[in-house]
Every structure is written in structure tokens, then in C-alpha cells.
């Protein structure tokens, strides 16, 4: 379960998979310096009393500073076979992102296959002080069809 290390929003959610660590660094007068490569391999994520899941998850990145504080070097890369919620199936994703781990999270891109078209986020940052994003979410080729099975009845 991650709630009790990521906190209570994440309750109920399980992580599978296999996380590889490798780097190089050395402790100087008590500092830290070096890079460390992870990746998350054959990830699922699943909140089962919510009735989410994301299969088939990859996640890697470097990191160039791991000491007083994290700090990412280039983009991470974060793929993705499938994830479904409420009848809803995305397939084939991709998101890149670079981050400084301490005040913001910037999106470089993010696609997947939906409801047999595309869907692409425009990129955008996100600072961790001001929770907010604004941004543009774009459809291509969508079912029509597929999309007003989701839709509430309308007089």
C-alpha cells in the first residue's frame, strides 16, 4: 500500500513491479555528490474499492543531485500498457516530465491512445507552493459513439 509513504490520499492504492537502483557518488566533508538511474519495471498501480487501475507501467529517470535535497537531471519518462476507470480505457501512454522535486514539476508531454483516437496535453508547469494547472487537452479522432455511452440522458 503507498498511503503510508506518499500519505492518506493514496489509501486503498497497491503498487506492484520491480524497481532497479544503480549510480555512483562519493560523501565528501559530509556532502553528497554523485547521480543515481532508477526504473520501475512491469508497474501496475490498482485501488480496487475505486474501481481504478494502470497496467504495464514504466517509469525511468536520473537524478544528478540526491543530497541535502533530490534533484532530477533530464526528463523522466513514464509509460503506460493500459489504464481504466468507469468503463473508461486509455492505452499506450506516454508522459515525459522533468522535476526539481522541491518546487515544481513541468510537463514536457503527455499522449495516449483513447475511444479508438489520440489525446494530447499541451505541456505546462506545475508548482508544488500553487497547486494549479492550466493547459490544453486535445482530442483527435475520438468515436463519437463510444463517447455519449458516458454521457448523462438528456431530454
Same mark, same amino acid.
Given at each position: ?5 506518499? %500519505? ?21 566533508? !559530509?556532502?553528497?555528490? %554523485?547521480?543515481?538511474? +532508477?526504473?520501475? /519495471? ?13 497496467? !504495464? ?33 486509455? /492505452?499506450?501512454?506516454?508522459?515525459? +516530465? ?18 479508438? !483516437? /489520440? ?6 508547469? +506545475? ?7 492550466? %493547459? #490544453?487537452?486535445?482530442?483527435? %479522432?475520438? #468515436?463519437?459513439? /463510444? ?9
Amino acid at each position: 500500500m503507498l498511503a503510508p509513504v506518499f %500519505g492518506p490520499g493514496l489509501a486503498g492504492v497497491a503498487a506492484e513491479g520491480s524497481v532497479v537502483l544503480g549510480g555512483e557518488g562519493t560523501i565528501r566533508a !559530509g556532502e553528497i555528490q %554523485g547521480r543515481a538511474h +532508477f526504473e520501475w /519495471r512491469d508497474g501496475v498501480l490498482r485501488d480496487a474499492a475505486n474501481a481504478w487501475a494502470v497496467e !504495464g507501467i514504466a517509469l525511468r529517470g536520473d537524478l544528478g543531485r540526491l543530497w541535502p535535497a533530490l534533484a532530477g537531471e533530464g526528463p523522466f519518462v513514464l509509460t503506460f500498457r493500459e489504464a481504466s476507470a468507469a468503463g473508461v480505457i486509455a /492505452r499506450d501512454g506516454v508522459i515525459e +516530465f522533468t522535476t526539481d522535486f522541491s518546487t515544481a514539476a513541468q510537463l514536457l508531454r503527455a499522449t495516449c491512445a483513447l475511444m479508438d !483516437g /489520440r489525446v494530447d496535453i499541451s505541456p505546462f508547469t +506545475f508548482l508544488f507552493a500553487k497547486p494549479k494547472v492550466q %493547459g #490544453e487537452v486535445l482530442f483527435a %479522432g475520438l #468515436e463519437l459513439g /463510444r463517447i455519449a455511452t458516458l454521457l448523462p440522458p438528456v431530454l
